[in-house]
């Protein structure tokens, strides 16, 4: 008998992008949905080839999605808001996409779409399930036994997958606080159980069901929701055998009640809890297979397959060959599909990587070398072996200079010199702003003539020198005309940079860019995650030149925008040879050396923006505070080489404070945004129970709508923020950075917000 390999899901974008292409012609009208789907089926082929291809022997169906698969799971049970129209029966596609992205200008008027956030501590976004009290479920859409029909006619057994029912009702948001979501399982296990009979009568014989949210903390009653759960649906279907997925984490304290599940098999993810294999041998039942997720799904690392085979081999051997599956962490969906595409990059770093479609081929040679014995694969696991090898000794990966500046990185380095009371002082004195002071987040409209400009550079269509006057005339228009409306500090507008992240990536050591290695983010939104390979350091100035520039045309203060350190991490793909903790605070020390340049330029305030420190911490609590703790830290190293009158600030997304709130005071920058004009300054609560010290500057208009919000109503904001803090603490500016909005939008918006700041201004005497 040979050893299952398996993928818990692949890729569903194609490696050139054709679902993004497929659903925005459809969007746009330009395809039907018949032309949609069929370009669906062909790329869901495509993934089956290549799986088949590779030798994997449990590959997945239901994996594919048009936009979600979490959104795929309401649709499945019904789970549609009475505010979208469907009256019963299978959901219509049109009803699915309003779901997803809310409708403009329809005959039947606007509707929002679904609340959309972060999947665990990934950068996938998934669509919220909405729960109302009274809430009933039906069966209305039988994709997931479609698509293994599917599969079974082109001649491929898949094992579907199904997001499982307790994740799928704790992942989602209730109508009202006081609602229990498990509540709703017993009207929700029966669209399950059908599902399952379904699945089993076309020919199933193995169902993956994820359950991730049990590598959260749980309470007794959730573990308890877990067996009632596992009981109806090992009942429902007594022939299929059930694999139960948990993947992001290690199961910790919800092993023992794990492993007392009804099911056939259990996946680990290994990558992520590596210590959890050893707790979970000596305490699985015989019967119970063991998936191994030694493959890392997150991230872009080859393996080191042999070392791999050191711990997979024993497990064999102790449980038998037909107890135990080998499979990547999680799902492949995390990670770019093919690293032959990069045909930019050089030789001895695409030796390093590996994509989903690598990952394919790596698992395949586990399985050969489990069932042939490892002679059979010597070449493959040499030329593994050797990789890893030139990989921990590469100079390219270890720079000396920058270990050694780390290892001198004194105590009391990451505070500034004084206090924020003596630093407020000194920048009053200096800066001379009003009460009230008005600025923007730093980015202005990315316009279609900064795009082709930027894409004609690339191409060589136009020169450095017409490049540069472009952006020269760019920048200095955007200055005029902040100085002509009043606002108080100015910002160059960012016309150079492509991404906030990539823009600082391509100038810092250490970093690599693709051109093919798109993940999605959402829907058809996608990105190419920069690869942190090697030990970061600033061989050069960044931003100075154009901040300097800026500065020179006017006399009020111009701000220098920075990506902070947290967030330069947390949206690359990390080197897995250190602690993150190790290479943030490389990042850090090098954009330190920008602050201080920033300085030495006459730019006396520096924005440091962290969109992501919260979305970095770890899934348990327990493991908080040492993230925060060098987050925090690294925040700090890199804004504490200036002097009391330079201003630092930051800026962060939408998101919740309240459980973190110690530790942003703990960053201490001067002057901190946020976005709160969708709350209605609720958010401002956790600032002002916990007594924050420091200025703030929250969000008056909301940049994500393509509304011109009137003077009243910024002034209405302004006034609930005054409720909160005391004058002197309150900044005025949008709630985000406004490269995606349009000049026509963006220039009347921020005239009523400097005219609402007039209006505190006049109040306050």
Same mark, same amino acid.
């Given at each position: 008998m040979?050893?299952? $390999?398996?993928?818990?899901?692949?890729?569903?974008?194609?490696?050139?992008?054709?679902l993004?292409?497929?659903?925005?012609?459809?969007?746009?009208?330009r395809?039907?949905?018949a *032309?949609?789907?069929a370009?669906?089926?062909?790329l869901r082929t495509?993934a089956?080839?290549?799986?088949?291809?590779a030798?994997?022997?449990h590959l997945?169906s239901n994996?594919?999605?048009?936009?979600d698969?979490?959104?795929?799971t309401?649709?499945?049970?019904g789970?549609?808001?009475a505010l979208y129209?469907?009256?019963g029966?299978t959901?219509?596609?049109?009803?699915y996409?309003?779901?997803a992205?809310g $409708?403009?200008?329809?005959s039947?008027?606007?509707?929002?779409?679904q609340?959309m $956030?972060k999947?665990?501590d990934?950068?996938?976004h998934?669509?919220v399930?909405e729960?109302?009290?009274?809430?009933?479920?039906c069966?209305?859409?039988?994709?997931a036994v479609?698509?293994?029909?599917?599969?079974?006619g082109?001649?491929?057994h898949?094992?579907?997958v199904?997001?499982?029912?307790?994740?799928?009702l704790?992942?989602?948001k209730?109508a009202?606080d006081g609602?229990?979501?498990?509540?709703?399982l017993?009207g929700l296990?029966?669209?399950?159980?059908?599902?399952?009979?379904?699945?089993?009568?076309?020919?199933a014989?193995w169902?993956?069901?994820?359950?991730?949210?049990?590598v959260?903390?749980?309470?007794?009653a959730?573990?308890?929701?877990?067996a009632t759960t596992?009981q109806?649906?090992?009942?429902?279907?007594?022939?299929l055998?059930?694999?139960?997925a948990?993947?992001?984490g290690?199961?910790?304290?919800?092993l023992d009640a794990?492993?007392r599940?009804?099911?056939a098999?259990?996946?680990?993810?290994?990558?992520r809890?590596?210590?959890e294999?050893?707790r979970?041998?000596a305490?699985?039942?015989a019967?119970l297979t063991?998936s191994l *997720?030694v493959?890392?799904?997150r991230?872009?690392?080859?393996s080191?397959?042999?070392?791999?085979?050191?711990?997979?081999?024993p497990?064999?051997?102790?449980r038998?060959?037909e107890?135990?599956?080998?499979?990547p962490s999680?799902s492949?969906l995390?990670?770019?599909?093919?690293?032959a595409l990069?045909?930019?990059?050089?030789?001895e770093l +695409?030796?390093?990587?590996?994509?989903a479609?690598?990952k394919?081929?790596e698992?395949s040679v586990?399985g050969?070398?489990?069932d042939? *014995?490892?002679?059979?694969v010597?070449?493959s696991?040499?030329?593994s072996?050797?990789?890893?090898? $030139?990989?921990?000794?590469?100079?390219r990966?270890?720079?000396r200079a920058?270990?050694?500046?780390?290892a001198?990185?004194?105590?009391?380095m990451d505070?500034?010199?004084s206090g924020?009371?003596?630093?407020?002082?000194a920048?009053?004195?200096h800066?001379?702003?009003?009460a009230?002071?008005?600025?923007?987040?730093?980015?202005?409209?990315?316009?279609?003539?900064v795009?082709?400009?930027?894409a004609a550079h690339?191409k060589g269509s136009i020169d450095?020198a017409?490049?540069?006057?472009?952006?020269?005339?760019e920048?200095?228009r955007?200055?005029?005309?902040?100085?002509e409306?009043?606002?108080?500090?100015?910002v160059h507008g960012?016309?150079?940079r492509?991404?906030?992240?990539?823009?600082?990536g391509?100038?810092l050591?250490?970093?690599?860019?693709?051109?093919h290695?798109?993940?999605?983010s959402?829907?058809?939104?996608?990105v190419r995650?920069?690869?942190i390979?090697?030990?970061?350091?600033?061989?050069?100035?960044?931003?100075?030149?154009?901040?300097?520039?800026?500065?020179?045309?006017?006399?009020r203060?111009?701000?220098?925008?920075?990506?902070?350190?947290v967030t330069m991490l947390?949206?690359s793909?990390?080197?897995?040879?250190?602690p993150?903790?190790?290479t943030?605070?490389?990042?850090?020390?090098?954009?330190r050396?920008?602050?201080?340049?920033?300085?030495?330029?006459g730019i006396?305030?520096?924005?440091?923006d962290e969109?992501?420190?919260?979305e970095?911490?770890?899934l348990r609590?327990?493991?908080?505070?040492a993230?925060?703790?060098?987050a925090a830290?690294c925040?700090?190293?890199t804004?504490?080489?200036?002097?009391?009158?330079?201003?630092?600030?930051?800026?962060m997304?939408?998101?919740?404070?309240?459980?973190?709130?110690?530790?942003?005071?703990?960053m201490?920058?001067d002057?901190?945004?946020?976005e709160?004009?969708?709350?209605?300054?609720?958010?401002?609560?956790?600032f002002a129970?916990f007594r924050y010290?420091?200025?703030?500057?929250?969000?008056?208009?909301?940049?994500?709508a393509p509304r011109t919000?009137p003077?009243d109503e910024?002034a209405?904001?302004?006034?609930k923020?005054?409720q909160?803090?005391?004058p002197d603490?309150?900044?005025?500016?949008?709630? +985000? *950075?406004?490269?995606?909005?349009?000049?026509?939008e963006?220039?009347?918006?921020?005239?009523?917000?400097?005219?609402?700041a007039q209006a505190?201004?006049n109040a306050?005497g």
């Open positions: 040979s050893i299952v $390999t398996s993928t818990l899901g692949f890729p569903r974008i194609g490696p050139r992008r054709e993004k292409k497929a659903l925005e012609d459809h969007w746009a009208g395809r039907d949905a *032309g949609l789907l370009d669906a089926a062909a495509a089956w080839s290549r799986q088949r291809k030798g994997i022997g997945p994996d594919f999605s048009l936009y698969h979490v959104l795929d309401s649709v499945m049970v789970a549609v808001p129209g469907w009256n029966g959901v219509p596609l049109e009803t996409f309003a779901m992205r $409708t403009r200008g329809r039947s008027g606007d509707l929002p779409a609340e $956030t999947w665990f990934t950068n996938y998934y669509m399930p729960f109302a009290r009274g809430q009933e479920f069966l209305a859409s039988t994709k479609d698509q293994f029909t599917e599969a079974k082109q001649g491929i898949t094992r579907p199904l997001l499982g029912p307790v994740s799928y704790l992942l989602g209730a009202d609602m229990d979501r498990l509540a709703l017993p296990l029966p669209v399950y159980a059908e599902v399952l009979r379904r699945l089993a009568a076309a020919g014989d169902v993956q069901i994820d359950e991730p949210c049990l959260l903390d749980l309470d007794d959730t573990r308890a929701a877990f596992y109806a649906l090992a009942a429902a279907a007594p022939s055998r059930l694999l139960l948990t993947y992001f290690g199961l910790g304290d919800n794990t492993l599940l009804p099911v098999g259990l996946h680990l993810d290994l990558a809890a590596p210590g294999l050893d979970a041998l305490r699985a039942p019967g063991l *997720g493959i890392d799904g991230n872009v690392w080859r080191d397959l042999p070392a791999l085979l050191d711990r997979i081999e497990v064999v051997a102790a038998g060959v107890r135990v599956m080998i499979a999680c492949l995390h990670v770019p599909i093919d690293l990069e045909t930019g990059l050089d030789a +695409c030796g390093w990587l590996a994509f479609q690598q394919l081929e698992l586990l050969r070398a489990i042939q *014995g490892r002679a059979a010597a070449d696991l040499a030329a072996a050797e990789a890893a090898r $030139t990989r921990r000794t590469s100079p990966i270890h720079d920058v270990a050694a500046r780390l001198a990185v004194a105590p009391g505070k500034r010199a924020f009371a003596g630093r407020r002082a920048q009053r004195a800066l001379g702003l009003p009230f002071p008005t600025t923007t987040i730093g980015s202005f409209p990315q316009t279609e003539e795009r082709k400009a930027r690339a450095d017409a490049y540069d006057q472009f952006l020269r005339e920048t200095e955007a200055v005029r005309w902040q100085e409306v009043g606002i108080d500090v100015l960012e016309f150079e492509n991404d906030m992240v990539q823009y600082f391509e100038q050591s250490g970093y690599a860019f693709t051109r290695a798109w993940v999605q959402y829907g058809s939104r996608y995650p920069p690869i390979f090697g030990d970061v350091a600033r061989p050069n100035p960044m931003t100075v030149a154009w901040a300097s520039y800026a500065q020179s045309l006017t006399e203060p111009v701000k220098g925008m920075l990506t902070g350190p947390q949206w793909f990390v080197r897995d040879d250190q993150r903790e190790a943030c605070r490389q990042i850090a020390l090098a954009l050396d920008e602050v201080v340049d920033l300085e030495r330029a006396r305030i520096i924005q440091i969109p992501a420190f919260r970095g911490l770890p609590r327990a493991d908080w505070q993230y925060l703790d060098w830290t925040f700090r190293l804004a504490s080489g200036v002097a009391d009158a330079t201003q630092i600030h930051t800026h997304c939408y998101s919740e404070f309240n459980d973190i709130i110690d530790s942003i005071a703990s201490d920058a002057v901190i945004s946020i709160t004009a969708r709350s209605k300054m609720e958010l401002l609560d956790a129970n010290p420091n200025e703030i500057g929250p969000g008056v208009y909301d940049i994500h919000p003077v910024m209405d904001l302004l006034a923020a005054r909160h803090l005391a603490q309150i900044w005025v500016n949008p709630d +985000c *950075g406004l490269k995606t909005r349009k000049w026509e963006v220039r009347p918006a921020l005239v009523n917000m400097v005219a609402a505190m201004r306050a």
